[in-house]
């Protein structure tokens, strides 16, 4: 099954007109995630707008499935391009296992990483073939970004690994391709991609920041339950500190013995 899709954006009934450079194609995260497809709309601006998906047992044989109206309230904060928008989407899909490649270590079509870490990606061989992975980003060159990408081979080609380090904060997509052993070595097609992203930490950070503020404010009640409200990440550690020494005397009253989730959180926390 083929599917695609197009976003068109009506300027008459929303009152407004986008920006010439504005391709509605990029803001529309096509992806596959455990079987089930799903397409993510980044609205750019205000106003109404047509979502249209097409199918078809091949290529050559695609035509209108459905399509939705959506009227947009709020446009999207910072709301910014997909670097791609391949044609078989994010996620490992059919096209992977077409491709002689199984995905073993990201099921998913985002990834969430650590800047400063990197993010590595697995794939089980199930026949030989060729790989090779460009990366891609709004304002940096695939060719200056191929030095990020490090593939390497595990268990004697049964599977292969690929390590990327990116240069600065933002959204990078990870393209897959693979050729078999006895194509053209430019003859490659398009198995896989993923979207890369550490915007999240971000994010995870700026919450962090309120949690101290609340607990300055509220003081060491109710310590648990704020605890649990956040999953987070890679904070600072000197905040870290800050906030174990304003629960400090919290944790170690009696009377908050069973609060033991919310305080080896806090340890942990503090001695990363």
Known sequence: MFLGYRLFYNEKESGK?????TKLDRYVLYKTESGTIGFEVRFVETG???????????????EELC???????????????????????????????????????????????????????IFKILKP????????????????????INQQPLEEGKRIKIKVMVPKSGEYALEINTSEDNFASDDYSNVCN????????????????????TLEISGKHSVQGRVKSFRVKNVDIEMCKKARSICGDYFDDENASDDADAKDIFCDWSLQ
């Not at 007109?17 to 450079?21: A, G, I, M, T």
């Not at 391009?81 to 899909?93: A, Y």
């Open 194 to 213: 993923y979207l890369l992203t550490n915007d999240k930490e971000d994010t995870a950070q700026q919450d962090w920041t309120k949690v101290c503020k």
């Open 48 to 62: 109404v707008y047509k979502l249209q998906v097409r199918g078809g047992t091949t290529k050559e044989n695609i």
């Open 17 to 21: 007109e986008l920006s010439k450079n």
């Open 67 to 121: 399509e939705f109206r959506i009227t947009c309230d709020e446009p999207m904060k910072n709301c910014r391009p997909l670097p791609i928008n391949p044609s078989i989407g994010f996620g490992p899909n059919s096209s992977t296992k077409q491709g002689g490649l199984q995905a073993e270590s990201h099921m998913q079509s985002v990834v969430n990483f650590r800047k400063e870490k990197g993010t590595m990606i």
């Open 129 to 148: 073939v060729n790989v090779h992975t460009r990366l891609f980003h709004n304002e940096i060159s695939s060719d200056e970004l191929q030095q990020c």
